[in-house]
């Protein structure tokens, strides 16, 4: 359950930042790690469902023969349903992706085209960038969050979750964050 690749591309010239630069300094998506619990759960279930169906066959039927094609059919469901909750949970996380440029994040979330949302956030409506702690079982692994404030009405709040180099990231964007912030709305503007 490694994370998927989260690298810094890019680093900060110095020099003003044109507004179409859409350069990358930063792209990637959480790790399967956030859905540990949620896969432990979906196999515990189809073990647990998949004994009991075992159970019944060896010896809990006697006398209640006539029940045996509703058991069968409650336990195939219940280990079906697992079984595509935890495809279903893999997807999701395989596909949310967080692209940042020098200008914009691009959030994309979604499975297939008809669900996937993209969302776009200007670096400039940034206004705190939150590094919370990761937690034991993100720790683990290495792994943390970003949570980003912006005053963007779309997407108030931008977590990227469970990523390797989290350092990274965030010193890589406070200083265009801040460049951009002087250049386009003053330091002291309140928004």
Known sequence: MSADH??????????????????VIW????????????YIGCI?????????????????????ENLTPIINTICQIMIIIPALL??????????E???????????QKGITRLFRQERYCELSDISDIESPPPGILLGLFGLSDVVIETHDDDQPII??????????L??????????IKLERKGFFSDR
């Not at 977590?159 to 990274?168: F, L, M, N, P, V």
């Open 97 to 107: 992706h967080t692209v940042i440029s020098r200008n914009k994040i691009l959030e």
């Open 44 to 64: 515990g279930t189809i073990f647990f469902t998949a004994y009991c169906l075992w159970a019944w066959h060896s010896e809990l039927y006697i006398g209640y």
């Open 170 to 179: 965030i010193h890589s964007l406070l200083p265009l964050w801040r460049k």
């Open 6 to 23: 989260d690298t810094v591309l890019e680093e900060d010239t110095g020099h003003s930042i044109p507004f179409d630069d859409e350069s």
């Open 159 to 168: 977590t990227i979750r469970a990523i390797r180099h989290r350092d990274e």
């Open 27 to 38: 792209e990637g998506g959480p790790s399967q790690v956030v859905n540990l619990w949620k």
């Open 86 to 95: 935890a495809v279903y949970f893999f997807l999701e996380v395989k596909y």
